[in-house]
C-alpha cells in the first residue's frame, strides 16, 4: 500500500479511538448518570447523528472543492473544540450541544480520509477501503477496551481521555495529510458529462444501495443504544458490555485475511458479498434475541462481526466505482450520511419500539429491516446492470 494510505490508516485509527472512548457509552450516561429514558437517549443521539449527516454532506462537497487536507482540517478543528469543551463542562445542556458540535465536526472528516483513500490508491479497489475499514474497527477495539476501564473508575475520565486522543489525531492530520488533495477541481462533473443519462443511473444506483445500508445501520446501531441498556439490565457489567466491542474490532483486524480468502473465494460479485453480509446480519441478530446473558451476547457479537466484515467495506467501494470525476467526495458523501442517518434513526426507532412493546418486537421488526435490505440490494445490481449497457467495462472494483 502506498504511504499515503498508511498515513490515513493511522489517522482513521486515531480518530475512531478517540470518538469510541465515548459513542459505546452515551445511552448508559444518559440513561443512568442523568436518569433519562431510552427514547430520551435516543433523541440526544439522532441529534448527534443528524449534525453528522450534515458533515458528511458538507465534507464531502468540501473535497470536490478544496481538496482532502483542508477539508479534513476543518472537520479536525471543530472536533477538538467540541471534545475541549465536554471534557471541561459535561452537564445535560452543554453535554447535548457540545456532542451534536462534534457529530457535525466528525461528519465532516469520514467521506474525506475515504475519498483520499479511494484517490491514493485507485489500483487498490476494495482494498484500499478494507484498509480504511480495518482501521476504524482497530479504533474501535481500542477505543471500548480502554474506554470501559477508564469508565468504571469515573465517566469524567472518559471526556478527558476523548479530548487527548483527538489532539493526537489533529497533530498528525496537520503534518501527515498535507499534500493529500485528493481529485479536488476535477474537471468533470455529473452536471456536465457527456453521457448524463448513465450517470443518472449511476447515481440511482449507489441510492437505492444505500436504502438498504441505511436498514442495515438501524439495525446495527441498537447494539450501542437499547441492547447496550438491556444488557446492563440483566446483570452484564459495564466491563463486559465494553469487551464485546473490544472482541468486535479486534476479530475485525485479527480475521480479516480468513475472511478476505473467504470473500475471494466465494463473493465473486459485490452483490454476493452484500447479501450475504445481510444474511448473516440476521442470524446474529436471531442469536441475541434468546440471549439471556454474557455467553449469548458474545456469540451474537462474533456474527454480527463477520456480517459487517461483508457488508460495511463493501458500499464505499461501490460508491468509488460509480462516482463520476471530481465527485468523488460527493459520492462518499452519500455514504458516510446514510450510515450516520441509520445511526441517527436507529436509537430513536428503537427506543419507541422497546418502550412500547418490548425487546422482542424490536428483535422482529429488525430482521424484517434485513430482509428488505437485501431486496434492495438485488434492485441496485439490476439498475447497475442497465447503466453498464454501452458503457465502459467494469471498474476492478466490481471483478
Not at 60 to 72: E, N, R, V, W
Not at 189 to 195: A, F, K, R, T, V
Not at 246 to 267: C, D, E, H, R, Y
Not at 279 to 304: C, E, K, Q, R
Amino acid at each position: 500500500m502506498p504511504r499515503a494510505l498508511w498515513i490515513l490508516i493511522i489517522g482513521m485509527a486515531l480518530n475512531v479511538t478517540a470518538s469510541s472512548f465515548l459513542w459505546p457509552l452515551n445511552t448508559i450516561f444518559i440513561h443512568d448518570h442523568f436518569g433519562k429514558s431510552l427514547s430520551a437517549a435516543g433523541i440526544i443521539l439522532m441529534a448527534n447523528a443528524l449534525a453528522s449527516v450534515i458533515g458528511n454532506l458538507v465534507g464531502g462537497s468540501l473535497f470536490d472543492k478544496i481538496g482532502g487536507y483542508k477539508t479534513s482540517l476543518a472537520g479536525v478543528f471543530i472536533t477538538v473544540a467540541a471534545s475541549i469543551g465536554l471534557a471541561i463542562n459535561h452537564q445535560w445542556i452543554p453535554y447535548i450541544v457540545l456532542l451534536t458540535i462534534s457529530g457535525f465536526g466528525t461528519g465532516i472528516i469520514f467521506p474525506a480520509i475515504f475519498a483520499m483513500a479511494g484517490s491514493c490508491w485507485k489500483e487498490g479497489g476494495r482494498k484500499a477501503f478494507n484498509a480504511i475499514y480495518v482501521a476504524q474497527n482497530l479504533g474501535v477495539a481500542l477505543g471500548s477496551a480502554l474506554g470501559g476501564v477508564i469508565a468504571s473508575f469515573s465517566f469524567d475520565y472518559i471526556f478527558t481521555a476523548n479530548m487527548g486522543m483527538y489532539l493526537l489525531f489533529m497533530v498528525l492530520a496537520i503534518f501527515g495529510f498535507k499534500g493529500m488533495e485528493g481529485d479536488a477541481g476535477g474537471q468533470m462533473s455529473l452536471l456536465n458529462e457527456q453521457q448524463p443519462m448513465k450517470n443518472q443511473k449511476r447515481l440511482y444506483a449507489l441510492l437505492t444501495l444505500c436504502l438498504g445500508y441505511f436498514l442495515c445501520w438501524v439495525g446495527y446501531v441498537q447494539w450501542q443504544s437499547t441492547i447496550a441498556a438491556y444488557t446492563q439490565e440483566i446483570g452484564i457489567s459495564l466491563k463486559q458490555y465494553s469487551v464485546l466491542w473490544t472482541i468486535n474490532g479486534a476479530l475485525i483486524v485479527l480475521a480479516q485475511p480468513i475472511v478476505s480468502m473467504v470473500i475471494k473465494w466465494f463473493a465473486k460479485s459485490l452483490k454476493i458479498q452484500l447479501v450475504t453480509g445481510m444474511l448473516i446480519f440476521i442470524m446474529s441478530f436471531s442469536v441475541a434475541a434468546n440471549a439471556d446473558g454474557f455467553s449469548g451476547f458474545l456469540t451474537a457479537m462474533v456474527v454480527l462481526t463477520i456480517g459487517e466484515m461483508f457488508v460495511w467495506p463493501a458500499v464505499p467501494a461501490v460508491a468509488d466505482t460509480l462516482a463520476v470525476r471530481g465527485k468523488e467526495g460527493f459520492y462518499q458523501g452519500i455514504v458516510n450520511s446514510t450510515a450516520t442517518g441509520g445511526r441517527m434513526a436507529g436509537p430513536l426507532v428503537g427506543g419507541f419500539l422497546v418502550d412500547g412493546y418490548g425487546m422482542n418486537m424490536m428483535f422482529s421488526v429488525l430482521s424484517v429491516f434485513f430482509i428488505m435490505a437485501i431486496l434492495t440490494t438485488l434492485c441496485y445490481d439490476r439498475i447497475l446492470k442497465g447503466a453498464r449497457q454501452g458503457a465502459e467495462p467494469a471498474s476492478h472494483a466490481h471483478k
